[in-house]
Nanobody, 121 residues
Framework: QLAESGGGSVHPGDSLRLSCAAS????????MGWFRQFPGKKREFVAA????????DYADSVKGRFTISRNNAKNTVYLQMNNLKSEDTAVYYC????????????????WGQGTQVTVSS
């Protein structure tokens, strides 16, 4: 089970940190990721991280602004979002899968309920 928190409404240029708490016992062997969904659009890959944190991957649209990290002792993955833009407004989902990470939503069987991020002036 995955539970996101940390969403909210901010202004362009602000920062937010999303958190995702995992339960179920397989966190330390699972790749974790974040996707987002715009109204009326398909879900879009944002970032992913391997179980060891050795490898991370980002969508081009967020590279240099977003950072994914994890704390295996706390069963938590984070998404630090800096210099937010209006086009980052979306529902953000935490995802999990055993094994290696992927940038395809079809490869993730476990999803959180989502948290809304709104960036507006």
């Amino acid at each position: 089970q995955l539970a996101e928190s940390g969403g909210g409404s901010v202004h362009p240029g602000d920062s937010l940190r999303l958190s995702c708490a995992a339960s179920g016992g397989t966190f330390n062997t699972s790749a974790m990721g974040w996707f987002r969904q715009f109204p009326g659009k398909k879900r879009e890959f944002v970032a992913a991280i391997t179980w060891s944190s050795r490898t991370t991957d980002y969508a081009d649209s967020v590279k240099g602004r977003f950072t994914i990290s994890r704390n295996n002792a706390k069963n938590t993955v984070y998404l630090q979002m800096n210099n937010l833009k209006s086009e980052d407004t979306a529902v953000y989902y935490c995802v999990s899968r055993l094994g290696d990470y992927s940038d395809s939503d079809l490869d993730y069987p476990y999803w959180g309920q989502g948290t809304q991020v709104t960036v507006s002036s």
